[in-house]
Every structure is written in C-alpha cells, then in structure tokens.
C-alpha cells in the first residue's frame, strides 16, 4: 500500500465500487450544487459524511495524508482568503468565514477523490454514452470516447510528477529552500515527460486501431442499494437546504 496513488482508479468490492456510475455522478452534482450555496456551521454536516465516504472507499489513510500535503497548503491559502473576504466584520465572524470555505474547499476534494479512487474510466466511458444516447444528431458514444481517454491519461500526469519528485529527490537534485529554482526543476521534466507519455499513448490507441464505434456499448444496471443510497444523499440535500433557508444557525452570534 506505500505505493498506492489516490489520484488513480483501484477496483475494489466496496459498496462504493459497486455503486452505479451514472447515480453516484447525479450525487455528486447535487452535493456540489448544495456545498457551494451553503455558508455557516451547517457545512460542517459534509465533514463526518465524506470521511465516512472515505472509509467506504478502502483508501489507505496513511497515503491520502501524504499525497494530500501540496492540497492542504491550497486549503490554507483559500481559508486566508475567507478570513480577509468579511471585512468589515468581527474578528470571530471572519475567522469563521475563512473556516468555512477551508472546510468546504476540503469536502469537496476528498468527495472528488473517492469519485475517481472508485471509477474506472470505463465506468465513466458507459455512463456518459449512456446520458447522450437518447439525444438526436449527437454521438454519445464519441464523447464518451472523449472523456475515457483524458480519465486515461490523468493518471498518466499524477504517475510522471511522482516519478520526477522521487527521481530529483533521490539525486538530491533540490536547493535548499530555493522555491523559484526547485519549482523549474520539477515543472519543465513534468511537462517533457508528460508529453513523451502522452505521444506513446496516442500511438497505442493508433496500433489498437481505437475508435469511438467499436468501444463499449453495454450500460450498468441499477440496484436496489444504488436507489437507497441515492435516496439518502438526496434527503440529506434536502435537509441542508432546509436548515440553510431558515437561518437555523447563524454564526455571527458566536
């Protein structure tokens, strides 16, 4: 498990590997649509859900800490952000406002990491030919096509940023605490490497003769847990909503 990568699909037999594509996709636009209009105490609902999310997913907890180092910093500069984004505004309130968006900020990232840990992009090629399938003079099965070949090559990005950091760092490639230099270092192999990688990809795709008519065509089937599940997600919305539009908590008080 040291070696594992949070950023790829891993198949697994947990409930969330097994929960259907296209539903599991509907939750999380309505999560999405809910976090982002909510504000106070009530966003701190989503923090015990998407941990429990995460637990579900089986991802190694010691690897998420550890790949999550760079998110954290962007969590606390976003948090900044809310602090000083309330002014004029009491010490307590902006305090709390820039809690809020860290909070929401970090729900939201490791709600779109259990999406991908638990989505291959084969999933993710049938579910979106399947929502386009229905509707005249578009070829859902090209823009599927489309979409399963950038899933294909994000882990392709996240593997070769890996490698170089590992590489410069076994060399002891970086200087001291120069950020500017050591940020070069790693950008301009990243971007070379990725662009060797993804010239490879393009060629196996050419050899495999790969074209948007003779990829998948099957559709995954809805279970009753995919139904209960979505049933839960969508009252738990609704609740939010609710609690948020009647001013339940207001956290300028504190």
């Known amino acids: 498990m040291a070696g594992l990568n949070i950023f790829h699909y891993t198949s697994g037999s947990s409930i969330l590997h097994r929960h259907n594509t296209l539903l599991f996709f509907l939750e999380f636009l309505l999560l999405s649509l809910v976090l ?18 995460v637990i579900l997913s089986g991802i190694d907890y010691a690897s998420l800490i550890r790949q999550l180092k760079g998110f954290i910093f962007l969590g606390i500069i976003i948090g900044a952000a809310g602090y000083f984004r309330l002014e004029p505004a009491s010490v307590t309130e902006r305090l709390l406002s ?39 003079f578009i070829s859902g099965r090209k823009i599927a096509s489309f979409f399963l070949i950038v899933f294909s090559l994000l882990p392709v990005v996240f593997d070769t940023i890996k ?92």
């Open 36 to 53: 982002f209009n909510t504000d106070g105490l009530i966003i701190m609902l989503f923090i015990p859900f998407v941990i429990f999310l």
């Open 163 to 254: 490698d170089v950091r590992e590489s410069i760092v076994s060399r002891c490639g970086y200087r001291g605490r120069r950020v500017l230099i050591n940020t070069f270092y790693t950008v301009y192999p990243v971007v070379v490497t990725s662009l060797i990688r993804s010239a490879n990809f393009a060629d196996a795709l050419i050899s495999r003769s790969f074209t948007a008519e003779n990829t998948f065509r099957q559709y995954e089937k809805i279970t009753r847990t995919d139904v209960i599940i979505f049933i839960i997600i969508t009252m738990l919305s609704v609740f939010v909503f609710f609690v948020q539009y009647f001013k339940f908590f207001d956290y300028s008080q504190i």
């Open 98 to 136: 820039g809690l809020f968006d860290m909070s929401r900020y970090f729900v939201f990232l490791l709600y779109s990491i259990v999406f991908i840990y638990t989505r291959s992009p084969r999933q993710i090629y049938i579910m979106i030919a399947g929502l386009f399938r229905f509707i005249p």
